[in-house]
């Protein structure tokens, strides 16, 4: 059973920077593509941008792309979630997920991945 930790979530000002970090335990981490999501009150579970098992490939959801940056550090069995240029319509609760498998691409959809986080709150004030 892989284990994901978030953290590094809290509140910044708009324009601001914050990394999150998902911590990943239990199972070999390279045999895992990653994917960040986030949840805001009252919408549905979004797609945030994912990475590759081997960091090879990235893909980001279009508000975020330029502003985020996924990256992993497989010595570490961490993800981390890069955000600069923060607006106020990022926050929400912020999830990390994995999916097992030797594709070298990741996954937009978030029934693709078996295992979750239990999320880090991430606020930006206007």
């Known amino acids: 059973q892989l284990r994901l930790v978030e953290s590094g979530g809290g509140l910044v000002q708009a324009g601001g920077s914050l990394r999150l970090s998902c911590g990943a335990s239990?199972?070999?981490?390279?045999?895992?593509?990653m994917g960040w999501f986030r949840q805001a009150p009252g919408k549905e579970r979004e797609f945030v941008g994912c990475?590759?098992?081997?960091?090879?490939?990235?893909y980001y959801e279009d508000s975020v792309k330029g502003r985020f940056t996924i990256s992993r550090d497989s010595a570490k069995n961490t993800m981390y979630l890069e955000m600069n240029s923060l607006k106020v319509e990022d926050t929400a609760v912020y999830y990390c997920a994995a999916k097992y498998g030797r594709a070298t691409y990741c996954y937009v959809a978030p029934n693709e991945y078996a295992y979750w986080g239990q999320g880090t709150q991430v606020t930006v004030s206007s």
């Open positions: 990475i590759s098992r081997i960091g090879d490939n990235t």
């Open positions: 239990g199972r070999t981490f390279s045999s895992y593509t």
